[in-house]
């Protein structure tokens, strides 16, 4: 019976895409929608959003070695093409590139000083969902641990 509401859901979450204007589409399945895709999955954006924020935060502890506090910002943003390319290409060039398994590529910018802290991470997941993130945190010095 699990398996049966399990498999339910995931019908019921496959759409029909008729439109590149249809609410709620992500810019990098514009590229798809050219190429003929019509068939998409709806996702609430709070567990996209989430998921990646997981992510994130497993990945900055295997890459920067430190866990990110509750109280750090994560913000999760999906910029189409150009607006990434104008935002991040500068970024980019100085990130570090790291492979996450077959078709995950993740761009990791971390930029600590005595008072500020930030780091970047653009997703490109089989280049079909692309997002950014940033981690911040307040403004009050704190020491790692």
């Known amino acids: 019976m699990h ?3 399990r498999r ?6 496959v759409t029909d ?4 204007n249809a609410p709620g589409l992500l810019p990098y399945f514009m590229g798809n929608f050219d190429a003929g895709s019509r068939t ?19 990945i900055h502890l295997c890459e920067i070695r430190w866990i990110i506090p509750s109280r750090y910002e994560v913000s ?3 910029p189409d093409e150009q607006t990434r390319a104008e935002a991040f290409s500068d970024i980019i060039r100085h990130a570090k590139i790291v492979q996450k398994g077959p078709g995950v590529e993740v761009a990791i910018f971390h930029a600590e000083e005595p008072e500020e802290f930030m780091t970047l991470y653009a997703f490109n ?7 950014a993130t940033s981690v911040e945190r307040e403004h009050s010095p704190e020491t790692k641990g």
């Open 125 to 131: 997941i089989w280049n079909t969902l692309r997002c």
């Open 76 to 78: 999760v943003i999906h």
């Open 8 to 13: 339910e859901a995931m019908r019921h979450a």
């Open 3 to 5: 398996r049966f509401n």
């Open 17 to 20: 895409v008729d439109s590149k």
């Open 40 to 58: 998409g999955i709806e996702v609430p954006a709070q567990s996209l959003n989430g998921l990646i924020q997981m992510w994130v935060r497993g």
